[in-house]
């Protein structure tokens, strides 16, 4: 079976830092693409950075500058830096991963969420 696991939010002031991280488990031969999301309460899910396993990033504008994707290959981990947080940066955080079982099944996987609050 495979996870993802989120951890590093929680509550910030505005101007603040957070880093996300994302660790992948399980029975997995390779984990190829992976992605940031999040979704403010209210509002629909939308992406925040990607990463490929060569380790290309791209951001969403409204992070760009302020947000760092990097990946530990070796640990199966995504991180996201966080800086100059804003209050519209609040939202549940979510990571996403194109993954290659053991099985040589390939599916993309969702992490739990991780909740983020930027207060002002």
């Known amino acids: 079976q495979v996870q993802l696991v989120e951890s590093g939010g929680g509550l910030v002031q505005a101007g603040g830092s957070l880093r996300l991280s994302c660790a992948a488990s399980?029975?997995?031969?390779?984990?190829?693409?992976m992605a940031w999301y999040r979704q403010a309460s209210g509002k629909q899910r939308e992406l925040v950075a990607t990463?490929?396993?060569?380790?290309?990033?791209n951001y969403t504008d409204s992070v760009k500058g302020r947000f760092t994707i990097s990946r530990d290959n070796a640990k199966n981990t995504m991180y996201l830096q966080m800086n100059s947080l804003k209050t519209e940066d609040t939202a549940v955080y979510y990571c996403?991963?194109?993954?290659?079982?053991?099985?040589?099944?390939?599916?993309?996987?969702w992490g739990q969420g991780t909740q983020v609050t930027v207060s002002s």
């Open positions: 996403n991963a194109d993954i290659l079982k053991a099985s040589a099944l390939r599916s993309r996987y």
């Open positions: 399980g029975s997995i031969l390779s984990v190829d693409d």
């Open positions: 990463i490929t396993s060569g380790g290309r990033t």
